[in-house]
């Protein structure tokens, strides 16, 4: 398996504060990206980076930051948590150099509970 | 914008039974075409993966996919299904020729395994 950690897996928060969730890799892919499940939507983009420092907007980025200042982390951050954004995080990662069709690999998700 | 449509939201077979699941996409071009499968509290494990070259493919656990250029269609197929199988089962298509390499998925398809 891909070397991909997320953390924390599970959280409760209130809303209105701030969560940080920390994607971590140990292959070294140069892309990394922050999706979120729901029922009857499968996974949806919400940012992705394909760089230090370089990050872009997936479908459904309002309400969330991210930002990557080294390869193996990528952070997404909540600024002011809502129950619409209790969900499933999945973190992702690939590396287009060594597989040119930018297959992906899938960390195993952080469970999101806002009240 | 490409997109992709797997029709059932749940299947169920009995064990030993075969198996197809639809998935079908909107592109202007050939995409790369991928399955993921998820357990339940899992992160998404790649089953296998078309770019180009023969139109059958071969993956992990014993399933199979053909991509059909006429019919927009890649398939996942299993001769005979193991009560393990069950899991939730996303399509995915990857752009051709881009330089952001992100992947649009399908809302899922659950399957049930009867013993």
């Known amino acids: 398996d891909a070397g991909i950690t997320q953390s924390p897996r599970h959280k409760v928060t209130e809303t209105g504060t701030p969560v940080t969730l920390r994607c971590h890799q140990t292959e070294n892919h140069r892309y990394m990206y922050w999706y979120r499940q729901d029922p009857g939507h499968g996974l949806r983009l919400i940012h992705y980076?394909?760089?230090?420092?370089?990050?872009d907007k997936g479908e459904v980025s309002d309400g969330y930051s991210v930002s990557r200042s080294k390869t193996e982390d990528f952070l997404l951050t909540l600024e002011s948590a809502t129950s619409s954004q209790t969900s499933v995080y999945f973190c992702?990662?690939?590396?287009?150099?060594?597989?040119?069709?930018?297959?992906?690999?899938f960390g195993p998700g952080t469970r999101l509970t806002v009240l | 914008a490409q997109s992709v449509t797997q029709p059932d939201i749940h299947i169920t077979v009995s064990e030993g039974a075969s198996l197809e699941l639809r998935c079908n996409y909107s592109y202007g071009a050939t995409p790369y075409l991928f399955w993921y499968v998820q357990s339940p509290g899992q992160g998404l494990q790649l089953l296998l993966k078309?770019?180009?070259?023969?139109?059958l493919v071969q993956g992990i656990k014993g399933f199979e996919a053909e991509f059909k250029r006429s019919q927009s269609s890649f398939n996942l197929r299993k001769p005979s299904v193991h009560w393990s199988d069950a899991a939730e089962y996303f399509c995915?298509?990857?752009?051709?020729?881009?330089?952001?390499?992100?992947?649009?998925f399908g809302k899922g398809t659950l399957l049930t395994v009867n013993p």
């Open positions: 980076s394909y760089g230090v420092k370089d990050t």
């Open positions: 995915a298509v990857g752009l051709r020729g881009g330089s952001n390499y992100k992947l649009t």
């Open positions: 992702a990662i690939s590396e287009p150099r060594t597989s040119g069709r930018g297959e992906q690999f």
């Open positions: 078309y770019f180009s070259g023969d139109t």
